[in-house]
């Protein structure tokens, strides 16, 4: 399963009065796992950005001065989400941003080419997902990273691809997917809501496979003596609907 996990910045809270995208981050998760691939990009909104937004993300008017425009880099994105599962927090949000700014390079290109985004993409709001786990007790990315004992200690201002990657290990600890192989002592301490603690430690995608210890001729005797019980009991063994599977080598 192909997911992308996704956060923007704008330029103030509603498209509808004129706001536009200043920045998109995304990562790619497929399987539960992490990918590497992600995709960030600044955007000149082709307008002010509010000074409320501004304390908020820390983006100014001149640090997007000379982006390209949403026009620019629309294929782009479009090819990166197309057909994932978005897991966005808030996504009301971010997704009436892209679909706003998909709706302006339709009227620009005149013609009907990318978007709606729910149109073509899975949508899966993690604020939602917290609120019904966590009811009546905050919610936001922070406080999730909390009690998912995330770190996001390099967390000052908000940031699309800071916040997207955060949120991709908050969603992994939120669905119960492990993503630390540890032995340590306190790795196994019960978090807020008894959701084990989640220590994230990133696995590279080119690790060695693990190991596969085959039974010893003992073993093996003993599993054949357990399946001529089940049939001679049962009548049936469901192993047996396997075929020939065997897993030691051709000399035993």
């Known amino acids: 399963m192909r997911q992308i996990v996704l956060d923007t910045e704008t330029t103030g809270i509603d498209p509808k009065e004129g706001h536009r995208l200043i920045e998109i981050g995304a990562v790619e998760v497929i399987n539960r796992r992490l990918t590497g691939r992600s995709y960030h990009q600044y955007i000149n909104p082709e307008r002010s950005i509010e000074a409320e937004a501004v304390q908020i993300h ?98 000052v201002l908000h940031g699309a691809l800071l916040d997207a990657e955060i949120l991709a290990d908050v969603y992994l600890a939120m669905t119960g997917g492990q993503t630390a192989l540890t032995l340590d002592a306190d790795a196994g301490e019960a978090a807020e809501g008894g959701v084990a603690a989640s220590r994230i430690r990133r696995l590279a995608a080119d690790r060695p496979r693990l190991a596969v210890p085959l039974p010893s001729d003992e073993e093996w005797a003993a599993h054949q003596a357990k399946l001529a019980s089940i049939r001679e009991t049962a009548g049936e063994c469901r192993w047996d609907a396997m075929g020939d599977w065997n897993p030691r080598p051709a000399e035993h």
């Not at 000379?66 to 949000?93: K, M, Q, S, T, Y």
């Not at 149109?119 to 905050?138: E, V, Y």
């Open 58 to 155: 820390g983006i100014t008017d001149e640090r997007v001065a000379n982006e390209p425009r949403f026009a620019e880099i629309a294929d782009a994105f479009w090819e990166f989400i197309l057909g994932a599962e978005l897991v966005i927090h808030n996504a009301a949000f971010d997704v009436g941003f892209i679909d706003h700014e998909f709706q302006l390079l339709r009227a620009l290109r005149g013609e009907p080419v990318l978007g709606p985004v729910a149109d073509h993409c899975g949508i899966l709001d993690t604020l939602k997902m917290a609120r019904d786990r966590h009811p009546g007790q905050r919610n936001s990315l922070d406080a999730l990273c909390k009690r998912y004992e995330i770190d996001n200690g390099h967390r």
